[in-house]
């Protein structure tokens, strides 16, 4: 059963989704056989194409996230990966998985920043609100992993950051109006002035986050702040932000890497008395024997092992020098929450399985 957004989505009507897509897809397909290349018919099919494998491309990535599709997908990857671990199929079933589990993560997310409501009780134009930060919340999470796994194509991550920061304004605009309708009535948005909007808009991104990631990142990196999240670890910030990132973070379920990053820039420069968080930021010295924040180098140092690791043992299996056995292949693909604790059954340090992924989709065959 679908949930109020942003919560998970109901596979059975994503199927139906993505069935409908694929008839549309068709019908553009004759649209451009039956015109003429270059004329305005043949380009407004090309582009309603675009628009509709992108939606396609969503619908996957939301049916890779519900819970059944992801174990079907486990199950195939170990059938496979037990057989013939050189099977090109593997990259792309590793590929939705991954892809599934970072939606299926990052919705959850968003949903625990969604304010708390009682939709029975409240008036409609309350609820209003709380719908359309809900559909905006929805977005960036689609969004944001859609910029996650295209982090190698510049002008695609592009395209997607400019969609993810048009969901978050959509969001901080609906947040602001329900809070104002939540404490003066269902007039009071319309009441207020310009000014008084903006600052609304600036109260509630203190408490909860609309931001969009200024930069790609690649693909161990994201994967690695998805095992970190899992296993409840703040963000990884650059290490000039470090010591500009404050005692009152919030809880890690619900921090990410950009709005971690725009706290630190925000604390940086209200420290060196300038108001454009986006300025330049000095970072607080180090000592002389201290270059890097402590733990640190420690931590870059364990990111880069999990990704190595999975590689190397990769490698191996593919080799025949690493044996294959289907308990062996669950613990290194399957999530394990409290495996990393015993380094008898922990899989590479990494407890979630999304390393192996990594390796799978992306290391050469």
Known sequence: M???QPGPRCPKHTRAKITSLLATRKRIE??????????????????????NDEALVLANNELNSSTNRQKELEDTIET????????PKLRTLARDLATGRLLHAERLRQQKLMPAIDLKSCHPAARQAWLELGEARASMARYKVRMDVNGS??????????????????????AARFEAIQKNGP??????????????????????????????????????????????????????????????????????????????????????????ADGPVTAKPFSGKQQTPPGYAGRRATRRQRAGSARQLLREIRRGTQSMDSEKLQSLLRPAPGQDGDPSKAAIADPTGMMMLLALFTGRR
């Open 2 to 4: 679908c949930r109020a």
């Open 30 to 51: 004759d649209r451009l056989a039956a015109a003429n290349p270059g004329t305005r018919a043949w380009e407004k099919a090309a582009q309603d194409r675009q628009r």
């Open 80 to 87: 496979l990966a037990s057989t013939d671990p050189k099977d």
């Open 153 to 174: 194509q510049p002008d695609v991550w592009a395209s997607w950051r400019d969609r993810h920061a048009d969901a978050a304004r959509r969001a901080e605009l609906a």
């Open 187 to 276: 007039q009071a948005w319309g009441l207020m002035t310009a000014d008084e909007r903006t600052k609304a808009r600036a109260a509630v991104n203190e408490t909860a986050d609309f931001t969009t990631p200024t930069a790609p990142q690649t693909l161990e990196d994201v994967f690695n702040d998805y095992i970190d999240q899992q296993g409840g670890a703040s963000p990884n910030l650059d290490p000039r932000l470090v010591n500009w990132a404050g005692e009152d973070n919030p809880a890690p379920d619900v921090d990410s890497p950009a709005w971690a990053e725009a706290r630190a820039r925000r604390n940086a420069a209200e420290a060196a008395g300038d108001t454009d």
